[in-house]
T-cell receptor
Framework: QKEVEQDPGPLSVPEGAIVSLNCTYSNSAFQYFMWYRQYSRKGPELLMYTYSSGNKEDGRFTAQVDKSSKYISLFIRDSQPSDSATYLCAMVFGNQFYFGTGTSLTVIP | GAGVSQSPSNKVTEKGKDVELRCDPISGHTALYWYRQSLGQGLEFLIYFQGNSAPDKSGLPSDRFSAERTGGSVSTLTIQRTQQEDSAVYLC????????????FGPGTRLTVT
């Protein structure tokens, strides 16, 4: 079993839709939970991070962590074509990062 | 300010040859990570450096892979006797401190072994 599991998609939604991206994990010792966005042929860029259960909002993005279920989510409201990218979840334990495989999202105008 | 830079952006090499990939981290960042990204595999941790401490090499897939970081700044990842399964995008990231959630990634080097 991988440390972090993420549905690879692809996911295709119409512009304006609410998008839900999810990851599950197995290590209860993970300390930080992050979401990265990666455009084609670019390096990942940090979107959001959190370290506790609950919700964290930043504009159209909401990160949700449920430590009891070992489940994290990223919600994108009013999705835009510019949101089309691969989204990777990541978790930190000690000095190491553990990444999901990424979910490919396409927002259709 | 400048972000993380990597060179070359693309590298095509023949099986059996050695390759060197370079990473220039953000100035002042003490932690530097190397990852490998293959299609459908996500980011695979290879090695990280923190200041002058001994690097964590636990992710290196074989002894053909090595990395060094000179002067606490630039890092070079070397792959000896390349194999076709080494074809991937090699990403470098830096952060102020190891374990900091704020990692900044370079654009990657796309390696193709023919």
């Amino acid at each position: 079993q991988k440390e972090v599991e993420q549905d690879p998609g692809p996911l295709s939604v119409p512009e304006g839709a609410i998008v839900s991206l999810n990851c599950t994990y197995s290590n209860s010792a993970f300390q930080y939970f992050m979401w990265y966005r990666q455009y084609s042929r670019k390096g990942p860029e940090l979107l959001m991070y959190t370290y506790s259960s609950g919700n964290k909002e930043d504009g159209r993005f909401t990160a949700q962590v449920d430590k009891s279920s070992k489940y994290i989510s990223l919600f994108i409201r009013d999705s835009q074509p510019s949101d089309s990218a691969t989204y990777l979840c990541a978790m930190v334990f000690g000095n190491q990062f553990y990444f999901g495989t990424g979910t490919s999202l396409t927002v259709i105008p | 300010g400048a972000g993380v830079s990597q060179s070359p952006s693309n590298k095509v090499t023949e099986k059996g040859k050695d390759v060197e990939l370079r990473c220039d981290p953000i100035s002042g960042h003490t932690a530097l990570y190397w990852y490998r990204q293959s299609l459908g595999q996500g980011l695979e941790f290879l090695i990280y450096f923190q200041g002058n401490s001994a690097p964590d090499k636990s992710g290196l897939p074989s002894d053909r892979f090595s990395a060094e970081r000179t002067g606490g700044s630039v890092s070079t990842l070397t792959i000896q006797r390349t194999q076709q399964e080494d074809s991937a995008v090699y990403l470098c990231a830096s952060s102020l401190l190891a374990g900091s959630y704020e990692q900044y990634f370079g654009p990657g080097t796309r390696l193709t072994v023919t």
